[in-house]
């Protein structure tokens, strides 16, 4: 099962920089490796990346056959309000998966 | 007669240098890419290509007039030439992004940065790998 790991600070100062740092467990499939018998192992990997906070998108990526399995990345952004972040993962064969983490700005 | 049989040896798909050129061609539509501003944190070594830490940061002062508006990363001999592009904004505060990549040879990594002022920067680093990551491996 699709399971990710988000790490968000609980609480931040308003106007604070903090970073974020996500994982989603992803086989990330290339499409270049074959089987024994010769068969190419079609691609399986997770396209995009999105990140919102309180509905406004934040961060967004690409990503490429050449993002290691299990997806691992970091950004970093300014707080100025309390709020919900929402991460979004979205691949090949329908694979579509979201997160949230709160944070409390003061 | 037991001849010279010709061995035809499929070579995997490899990026070549012109495709890098026209990954980057494709991001920048052909404007100048000049070096600087841009610093790229990878491991001059690595062991095992299959997952390679690696750091984009962009000297910036992220303000709304003066920002990063996104992050490009590219190689020169996996079978594709992007690996990711980070799309960012003056509220990151900070022009950085981690992630881990796969690399199929020892090679050269290209990050380049577009900003808001429509300039592109870019900073590339060298790295050699010891086990690449296996694009030709039999599961």
Redesign the interface.
């Known amino acids: 099962m699709a399971s990710a790991l988000i790490n968000v600070p609980a609480k931040a100062k308003r106007g604070d920089?903090i970073e974020i740092k996500t994982l989603m467990s992803h086989i990330m499939e290339?499409g270049?490796?074959?089987?024994?018998t010769g068969e190419v192992?079609p691609r399986d990997i997770i396209t995009s990346f999105t990140c919102r906070f309180n509905g406004a998108e934040?961060?967004?990526?690409?990503?490429?056959?050449?993002?290691?399995?299990n997806?691992?990345?970091?950004?970093?952004?300014?707080v100025t309000q309390s709020g919900k972040f929402e991460f979004e993962w979205i691949g090949d064969k329908g694979f579509s998966e979201t997160a949230s983490a709160s944070i409390t700005v003061e | 007669m037991a001849g010279a049989v010709p061995i035809v040896t499929v070579r995997p798909a490899e990026a070549t240098p012109a495709m890098l050129a026209s990954a980057i061609r494709n991001v920048t539509n052909g404007a100048a890419v000049k070096t600087g501003k841009v610093k790229l944190d990878i491991p001059p070594l690595v062991e095992n290509g299959n997952t390679v830490p690696m750091t984009v940061s962009v000297d910036s002062p992220m303000a709304p007039e003066d920002h990063v508006a996104s992050i490009h990363v590219f190689n020169e001999k996996n079978p594709q030439p992007n690996i990711g592009n980070f799309y960012l904004g003056p509220h990151a505060g900070r022009a950085q992004v981690s992630t881990r990549v796969r690399l199929a040879d020892s090679q050269k990594i290209v990050a380049i940065a577009k900003l808001s002022d429509g300039s592109y920067w870019s900073a590339s680093a060298d790295v050699v790998v010891t086990l690449a990551a296996c694009t030709e491996e039999l599961i």
């Open positions: 920089i290339t270049y490796r074959h089987t024994a192992v934040i961060f967004r990526a690409d990503l490429f056959p050449a993002i290691s399995a997806p691992f990345i970091t950004f970093f952004t300014t």
